[in-house]
Structures are given as structure tokens and as C-alpha cells.
């Protein structure tokens, strides 16, 4: 008796399941919890909506996303929705189409290897440490980070000046960073930036409202 044939998987759940693989290959495997869940809601959207609000294909830019194309979501829901950036397509249009993406995004950094890393970082889907992924939003924050972590270690640490500083770039830093979830402290396999050089070094060094010399004796 002839075997009967297997059943096909439609192309759309093929490339979903690739793309889920694709990334707990790059992210580990690690259960999103509720609170999660809303979270990424509230700061993403789901692939499939953000397609049809601009009239692409989802199918085929899943296909660009396993090409290296364009990234990965930012996260997975724990109900297997792909989420990702509002601005998704943005770098894109801005360099004249996916085509030419990647020669646009790595010729911002003067060093051809950086631009490489920078390229492949951002096609991994994991710089959700931005409110607005662009090569001038990913340089700041380096810039940002380096200076804050550099600032506590002065010598002047504590004054006035170094103070007024120091909370200038942390709330620079705050402005282009979300508050992050749960989840992403478990891929990434610690604290966040935000975490190290938002919140630890406020609590650390607190804003001074106002600041009095001390009195000579």
C-alpha cells in the first residue's frame, strides 16, 4: 500500500519557524513573561500590522530578514508574534532602498571594520537599547556610555561642575534608551546600559538642586 504523501507547510509558517530558529539562535532561549509581553507590546508592533500599515509584503520581508537584508525582530511574544520597531523600514527608504542599505549604514563609521560589526549588531535585532536605530543614534550611545563610565573614575569626581557633567550626558543617554524588560537582561547575560549608566549612577552620584561651597573655618 502506496505511502500517503507528506503534508506541505505553507510557505508563510515556514518562514515564521525560520525566523523564530533564526533567533533563539541569536538570542538563547529564554521564556517571555507577561510583564514582559506588555512591554514589548507598548514599545513595539507586531510585524504583520507594521507590513499592511505600509503596504509590504510580510512574507517577503521576513525573506530579507533570514537574508540579512534587513534585522532581526527585536523580540519574540510569547505568543509568537514578531515584533519590531515602528521605523523598521526608515534606513531603508533613507538609503534608497534595502539594496543599498548596508553600503549606506557601515560607510558612517570611518574604520570599514567597525562599520562591519555595527552592520552585523544591527542585523541581529538586539539593539532594542534605542528608542531609534540609526548609525547617529548607535555612535552617540558608545560615545555616551564610554564617557559616563570614564566620568566616575576623575579625579574631580564629586564637584560641582563635575556633577552638573555628569548628569548632562546620563540624561542625554536617558532620552535616546527605553526602561527595557526582564527578558532582555536574561539574553543579554546582565544589566542593561541603562541599568549601569542611567540608573546605578544616579543612584551613586544624586542631582543636586543646588550646591553650596564648604565653610572655611
Same mark, same amino acid.
Given at each position: ?14 518562514? !515564521?519557524?525560520?525566523?523564530?530558529? =533564526? ?9 517571555? +513573561?507577561?510583564?514582559? *509581553? ?10 504583520? *500590522? ?7 509584503? +510580510?512574507?517577503?520581508? =521576513?525573506?530579507?530578514?533570514? &537574508? &540579512?537584508?534587513?534585522?532581526?525582530? /527585536? $523580540? ?5 508574534? %514578531? ?12 538609503? &534608497?532602498?534595502?539594496?543599498?542599505? %548596508? /553600503? ?17 549588531? $544591527? ?17 552617540? !550611545? ?15 569626581? &564629586? ?14 543617554? *536617558? ?14 547575560? /546582565? ?12 543612584? =551613586? ?13
Amino acid at each position: 500500500m502506496p505511502m500517503a504523501p507528506e503534508a506541505t507547510v505553507p510557505e508563510t509558517e515556514h518562514l !515564521k519557524q525560520q525566523l523564530a530558529e =533564526r533567533f533563539r539562535e541569536v538570542n538563547g532561549e529564554h521564556p517571555m +513573561t507577561a510583564a514582559d *509581553d506588555a512591554y514589548v507590546s507598548a514599545q513595539f508592533v507586531v510585524l504583520e *500590522d507594521l507590513c499592511a500599515a505600509h503596504g509590504r509584503d +510580510t512574507d517577503a520581508v =521576513r525573506r530579507l530578514m533570514l &537574508g &540579512g537584508r534587513l534585522p532581526l525582530p /527585536g $523580540y519574540l511574544r510569547s505568543d509568537g508574534a %514578531e515584533m519590531v520597531p515602528a521605523d523598521l523600514f526608515a534606513l531603508a527608504d533613507e538609503a &534608497g532602498g534595502v539594496e543599498l542599505l %548596508e /553600503g549606506w549604514f557601515t560607510g558612517h563609521w570611518a574604520d570599514p571594520a567597525a562599520g562591519e560589526a555595527e552592520w552585523n549588531a $544591527y542585523l541581529s535585532g538586539r539593539y532594542v537599547c534605542l528608542h531609534s536605530v540609526t548609525p547617529a543614534t548607535i555612535r552617540r !550611545k558608545d560615545e555616551l556610555t564610554a564617557a559616563i563610565r570614564a566620568a566616575t573614575e576623575e579625579p574631580d569626581a &564629586g564637584s560641582a561642575r563635575w556633577a552638573a557633567r555628569l548628569h548632562a550626558l546620563v540624561d542625554e543617554l *536617558d532620552v535616546l534608551e527605553p526602561a527595557f524588560t526582564a527578558y532582555d537582561r536574561l539574553r543579554f547575560g /546582565g544589566p542593561t546600559s541603562r541599568d549601569t549608566c542611567v540608573d546605578a549612577v544616579r543612584a =551613586r552620584f544624586p542631582r543636586r538642586s543646588s550646591y553650596a561651597p564648604p565653610q572655611r573655618a
